[in-house]
């Protein structure tokens, strides 16, 4: 099993950076995948950005060229540096990691973006 606790969401201007952690409970580098899901009010959770234990990325296209993904095996955790922040990127975000056959969830992080 994976523990995952995300932290470092809060309120910021348009325009601003916020960078959120998610620290899992084993190593990472054997979690095949790790990602970063947003779920907004009233829409379904969408995929923002992941990482495999290849360290290869992948955006949604929407954050593309704002936000960077990355991961820190020795701390045990994965990163997602978000520049250039708008209101439409205010959501709840999500940890998430495939490990096996399985996936696992943190509890979520609120971001609040105003305009």
């Known amino acids: 099993q994976v523990q995952l606790v995300e932290s470092g969401g809060g309120l910021v201007q348009a325009g601003g950076s916020l960078r959120l952690s998610c620290a899992a409970s084993r190593n990472i580098f054997s979690i095949n995948v790790m990602g970063w899901y947003r779920q907004a009010p009233g829409k379904q959770r969408e995929l923002v950005a992941d990482?495999?234990?290849?360290?290869?990325?992948s955006y949604a296209e929407s954050v593309q060229g704002r936000f960077t993904i990355y991961r820190d095996n020795a701390k045990n955790t994965v990163y997602l540096q978000m520049n250039s922040l708008k209101p439409e990127d205010t959501a709840v975000y999500y940890c998430?990691?495939?490990?096996?056959?399985?996936?696992?969830w943190g509890q979520g992080t609120q971001v609040t973006v105003s305009s």
């Open positions: 990482i495999t234990s290849g360290r290869t990325t």
């Open positions: 998430s990691a495939f490990f096996g056959r399985d996936v696992y």
